[in-house]
Nanobody
Framework: QVQLVESGGGLVQAGGSLRLSCAASVTSSQFAAMGWYRQAPGKQRELAATITTGGITNYADSVKGRFTISRDNAKNTVYLQMNSLKSEDTAVYYC??????????WGQGTQVTVSS
């Protein structure tokens, strides 16, 4: 059974940095893409960043230039480096993985709170 376990969330001041990690319970080569979505209070879940097995990245406009997604296939882990954090980045961040059959898997979520 596929499990995605996130870590690295927390409370940070505006302008600070955090790095999220998501470890998969199976080899990440089973996933065509991995990434992060986020959901702020009262809002819909939205894409933050994704990365394919081949390393192609995609970012939401709101995080471009501030967030960097990376993937370590040897460790079955995807990372999200978040710099220059803003209060509007406050959300629950969910790890996401899509296998080659287009089935989606989700982590349990990790809270990121940015204080202004």
């Amino acid at each position: 059974q596929v499990q995605l376990v996130e870590s690295g969330g927390g409370l940070v001041q505006a302008g600070g940095s955090l790095r999220l990690s998501c470890a998969a319970s199976v080899t990440s080569s089973q996933f065509a893409a991995m990434g992060w979505y986020r959901q702020a209070p009262g809002k819909q879940r939205e894409l933050a960043a994704t990365i394919t097995t081949g390393g192609i990245t995609n970012y939401a406009d709101s995080v471009k230039g501030r967030f960097t997604i990376s993937r370590d296939n040897a460790k079955n882990t995807v990372y999200l480096q978040m710099n220059s954090l803003k209060s509007e980045d406050t959300a629950v961040y969910y790890c996401f993985a899509r296998n080659w059959s287009l089935r989606n898997y989700w982590g349990q979520g990790t809270q990121v709170t940015v204080s202004s």
